[in-house]
T-cell receptor
């Protein structure tokens, strides 16, 4: 069982819908991440929160909006997505974001399909 | 030049053999290196991490790091069919981004 919990596991949404992906960790980690992974491709970094502040935004379209309500929770709000946004969305956490980085712990992911 | 490069494979080895997976990286300031295993349709799971030059062993797995050559590898001894998966090399770049290689698909044949 993973210590990073993501909900929902699967999501199908239309291009006009608004939905949110949720992620929770109780390991005391201070850094949380959103990655997007297409089939047969490596994870691509989207956002990094360090101590609840957005520290990295990899030029992600505004239809993806991250939110970090507290140190244990991370949300990704979705609005007006395109079919090409269909992918596996992975949440991860780590102890910190220093130069000597501790490993990322991934959740099981949310499989998103945009119709 | 890609930041983290891996041979995409597929790499096929017989059961019981040693599988050797290789990774090179471009950011000379990188200090943290990771190997993740990912089964089809699942999320990546950590196999090994290494910070210092040399070898680090954990059970059947050995990670090797050579910062001068900007090279990190993973050896899997006594390979099992259950080791069949995609192996992702990840490098923490000097700007604190964790970057992944494209992954090497490993098949262990019984």
């Amino acid at each position: 069982d993973t210590e990073v919990t993501q909900t929902p596991k699967h999501l199908v949404m239309g291009m006009t819908n608004k939905k949110s992906l949720k992620c929770e960790q109780h390991m005391g980690h201070r850094a949380m991440y959103w990655y997007k992974q297409k089939a047969k491709k490596p994870p691509e970094l989207m956002f990094v929160y360090s101590y609840e502040k957005l520290s990295i935004n990899e030029s992600v379209p505004s239809r993806f909006s991250p939110e970090c309500p507290n140190s244990s929770l991370l949300n990704l709000h979705l609005h007006a997505l395109q079919p090409e946004d269909s992918a596996l969305y992975l949440c991860a956490s780590s102890q910190e974001t220093g130069e000597v980085r501790s490993p990322l712990h991934f959740g099981n992911g949310t499989r998103l399909t945009v119709t | 030049q890609k930041e983290v490069e891996q041979n995409s494979g597929p790499l096929s080895v017989p059961e019981g053999a040693i599988a050797s997976l290789n990774c090179t990286y471009s950011d000379r300031g990188s200090q943290s290196f990771f190997w993740y295993r990912q089964y089809s349709g699942k999320s990546p799971e950590l196999i090994m991490f290494i910070y210092s030059n040399g070898d680090k062993e954990d059970g059947r797995f050995t990670a090797q790091l050579n910062k001068a050559s900007q090279y990190v590898s993973l050896l899997i001894r006594d390979s099992q069919p259950s080791d069949s998966a995609t192996y992702l090399c990840a490098v923490n770049c000097s700007n604190n981004d964790m970057r992944f290689g494209a992954g090497t698909r490993l098949t262990v044949k019984p």
